[in-house]
């Protein structure tokens, strides 16, 4: 039994107002997939990268656990390659540069050791490749959690239904939500949503937290205020990662163990922006981690 | 031993996205007064009308047991008037029209059955007022909240400032906590305004919650997400009033029953949207409260 990771696994360079960075690793997969490895010991990568890509940040993946059979290497091809810059806000950015490269005709080859999937986590990438992977897993996986941005609901909305009809639950951030449902509220964006295909429904906002929902519940989670956001980027996938990687832990989906994943992928979203990249989810220690979900549980609860 | 509320009673003319409302009732001390008498029974507010204000609504006041003797009545002038128009996101408005009328003198008279003060809450006026008020108190209050706004630190930021010295706890949003420290993390922000002053602060982030902090704590709280927000007016005045109403209640100070009032403020802010103006915290049940609060703690409460 396995959790498997697709996305993209790719070079980044970030400007933020505290600083810059060179290509330095980046991808929806390296950041969940990283994320899921900290709760979950049979994390799978399924991916693409040119022959640019460093065997050593291969190696890091595996040194985390991270089966990287999946990931394909494309010979004489270069990486998939965004730069972007945050706004003083950090909530906002702009695209500098988008080259596709490997990723323009990525065909999601699924190894047969791969076909154990439990657990599959869709990191935002077209809707069709995501569905692809759905269709060439034998077994329906017992989870099938996905993530999607704004880009694919104005270019591929057909496709993007589709995907949706086939998953258990959705993460976007409140903008999204509003688009994908046409609701301004974000309850009734939700209910709407939940009959889209999704059984749950969550909802990324940043600094203000996550929103979980199903047809009866909803739940809340502030994110942990912190001193210093460095560089928001792999932020939601970090989250989304630590989310479906504490499922896979305990190995029961309902909504009170989802609540507590929300709880986890908080917290591991929580290391991720203190750092540029992935830096400092390459290296948590379990106190790192025990003592941060210990802030939350003092950030939130109370006593009536 | 009482509970007193400064700030405006007046008439608001209000329109949102879903409908529009001639003069109704509206100010700071009406919501926050309101508010406070569901859980605490000595409520005293401290403002002033024309007489144009109807007795029907000083009646309703103190049907709720509020005590209505320093609301001073002033013949031949007019009540504060304000009218604004809410933006389809609910949360950003524009004022169409300050008519200040006697409030533009106001001189806050304290007769002297509200010298028994415990619980003193400033509500959103001028800060030379505010400071007045406390100056004319003999004994310090227990506890002295404040609520401000942008408005004052654009033109009365020494006034403010002194102000900000005497008191326990400030109410303010995440925009002004910005504007305030010049901090743009809250976290940072915090850190800096109690330094000002407060021994508490109380970050409103509407439709995303609130945060308390301390020199050692920060709590936060969601905010019930509602499928119609119809009308954001007086919503953190009612929550400051639930929040102080709260304390004044259990009568001990300190950041676990902080906790408490934000949850109660925050429940009691959550009906006040609901319909426009003061309507629907008008005639509220302990029942309706209850079932309230009960929501909340089944939107934040997790078990890790």
């Given at each position: ?15 933020t107002p505290f600083g810059k960075t060179d290509r330095i690793i980046g991808g929806s997969a390296s950041y969940a997939g990283l994320a899921a490895s900290y709760l979950y010991n049979k ?262």
């Open positions: 039994m396995s959790l498997v990771v697709i996305g993209t696994v790719a070079f980044d360079a970030i400007e994390v799978k990568i399924v991916a693409v990268v040119g022959d640019d890509f460093p065997q050593s940040d291969i190696d890091d993946f595996n040194n985390h656990g991270i089966d990287t059979e999946g990931l394909q290497i494309k010979k004489g091809e270069k990486s998939f390659f965004w730069s972007g810059k945050y706004h003083n806000d950090m909530n906002t950015r702009d695209t500098l540069v988008t080259d596709l490269n490997v990723l323009a005709d990525f065909d999601p080859i699924i190894p047969e050791s791969y076909q154990d999937c439990e657990y599959l986590m869709l990191g935002n990438l077209t809707p069709q490749v995501q569905q692809t992977v759905i269709k060439r897993l034998r077994n329906r996986p017992k989870l099938i959690v996905m993530d999607t941005m704004n880009f694919w609901m104005n270019i591929a909305w057909d496709d993007l239904m589709d995907t949706l009809k086939l998953v258990d639950v959705l993460t976007i951030n409140d903008e999204e939500a509003r688009q994908l449902s046409g609701e301004f509220s974000l309850v009734k964006a939700a209910r709407k949503i939940l009959t889209m295909g999704p059984k749950y429904l969550v909802i990324k906002k940043g600094e203000h937290g996550v929103l979980l929902f199903d047809n009866d519940s909803v739940f809340a989670t502030p994110a942990l205020p912190l001193a210093d956001v460095f560089d928001p980027t792999g932020a939601g996938d970090t989250f989304a990662g630590g989310f479906i990687g504490y499922l896979a832990k305990v190995g029961t989906i309902n909504f009170n163990n989802m609540k507590n994943a929300l709880i986890y992928g908080s917290a591991l979203a929580s290391f991720c922006v203190e750092k540029f990249g992935p830096e400092r989810i390459k290296d948590l220690t379990e106190e790192d981690i025990n003592a941060r979900l210990k802030a939350f549980v003092g950030l939130s609860r109370f006593d009536i």
